[in-house]
């Protein structure tokens, strides 16, 4: 029974963390591991290039090894492609750890303001009406001078 090189080991194994921290961890860890397989492709080319060496100078077993170097440069192959398939994977999906994460965080903000407005907190009841009103009010009074305000702006740049 042949055993599954190392570097096919922890790519069949790998899990996607559940949190930003772990994601952050695992994407680093994942950089790491990458660095190491390009260590192990200088190995490879070095393997590859003996195997050519061997095949130009007719070597008795020179299909045999061919065979191999094929194999060798196949899953090497396979296993750089699969690995910068993962990072992408991980990059993406501590992207998605951040929304969840601030979702979370909103969910949490708003159910504070909810209690507050159930437990009957009468500032924030009536302050926050009129915060808004003032509000509307402020970019309704915007958008009505808003060419007037881009003549004083053209004014402003020519003069400067």
Request: glycine share 4%; proline share 2%; with cysteine.
């Amino acid at each position: 029974m042949q055993r599954k090189p190392r570097e096919e080991t922890t790519l069949a194994k790998a899990k996607l963390p559940t949190t930003v921290e772990d994601m952050e961890k695992a994407i680093k860890q994942h950089k790491d591991f990458m660095m190491t397989m390009g260590l192990h492709l200088q190995k490879t080319t070095t393997a590859l290039k003996a195997g050519e060496s061997l095949i130009r100078q007719g070597n008795i077993y020179a299909n045999h090894v061919k065979e191999k170097m094929e194999s060798l440069q196949a899953k090497s192959q396979q296993n750089l492609q699969t690995a910068q398939e993962w990072m992408e994977r991980l990059q993406a999906h501590l992207t998605l750890q951040h929304f969840l994460q601030s979702c979370q965080e909103l969910d949490g903000w708003a159910a504070e303001k909810e209690a507050m407005l159930m437990a009957g907190d009468e500032t924030l009841q009536t302050r926050a009406p009129k915060r808004w009103l003032r509000h509307r009010a402020f970019m309704a009074e915007l958008a009505h001078n808003k060419e007037w305000l881009r003549r004083i702006q053209k004014c402003r740049c020519r003069s400067g």
